[in-house]
């Protein structure tokens, strides 16, 4: 037990908190990294991520796991995408949109990144399709480097659930860019989609980028 008169040293704080860690006891590490930090001490960067790893292998602790990737982020150390990216994802899974959507940024605007395919494929496996074509526009405004399929499976689950508005708008930003040719797969159900939801200004466009892309293949 953390005796609340204590104040230990570095390395016996450390020995502790790795010791509540090992034996899968959330409370006590929790409490024993808060008075690390009020001591003083800093744990160690692998130290942050075996209790993230700790808190997301338990049910009901994903609050608790975003609070320590906050606690990372304003001592400025350093992240694991994975363990971040999962930490994000379960905050969507557990409808905690708003405070999924800030952590992104203040990861980002501390310099570090996420596995934002993972992400998106948590979101989509989810359902929450909306939130994955934001994490999409986002990552476009990020200049991100995602593979054009994880546009398509968005793109296409939108249009599967009449959000062929949302679609377009995800679409017209991604070619821009990326070459109209790598969305492929996913331009005709969405020129479909839009037909059927009076969007044909919209439709035309993406008709134009269609025959654009088999002319350039002849």
Do not use: W
């Not at 908190?17 to 006590?28: E, N, Q, R, S, T």
């Not at 996420?114 to 989509?124: A, F, P, R």
């Amino acid at each position: 037990m953390v005796m609340r008169d204590l104040k230990p040293d570095y390395e016996t704080s450390e020995v502790l908190l790795k010791g509540f860690i090992l034996k899968g006891d959330i409370a006590f590490a929790m409490e024993a990294l808060k008075r690390m930090l009020d001591n003083g001490h800093r744990p160690s960067t692998d130290t942050f991520h075996s209790i993230l790893s700790l808190l997301l292998r338990k049910d009901g602790y994903t609050n608790e796991a975003a609070d320590v990737v906050q606690l990372m982020l304003d001592r400025k150390i350093l992240q694991n995408v994975d363990l971040s990216t999962n930490v994000v994802g379960k905050l969507f899974g557990n409808g905690l949109i708003e405070r999924a959507f800030d952590l992104v940024v203040k990861v980002y605007a501390s310099g570090f990144r996420l596995n934002m395919e993972k992400l998106v494929d948590i979101l989509c496996q989810e359902k929450k399709f909306l939130e994955a074509r934001d994490i999409l526009l986002f990552s476009l405004e990020k200049k991100e480097e995602l593979d054009p399929p994880v546009f398509c499976r968005v793109i296409d689950e939108l249009c599967s659930i009449e959000k062929a508005s949302e679609a377009f708008d995800l679409f017209y930003k991604a070619i821009e860019e990326y070459t109209a040719g790598v969305f492929c797969s996913c331009m005709n159900s969405l020129k479909v989609a839009l037909e059927q939801t009076g969007g044909l200004k919209e439709a035309e466009f993406v008709c134009k980028q269609i025959s654009y892309v088999k002319f350039a293949k002849k």
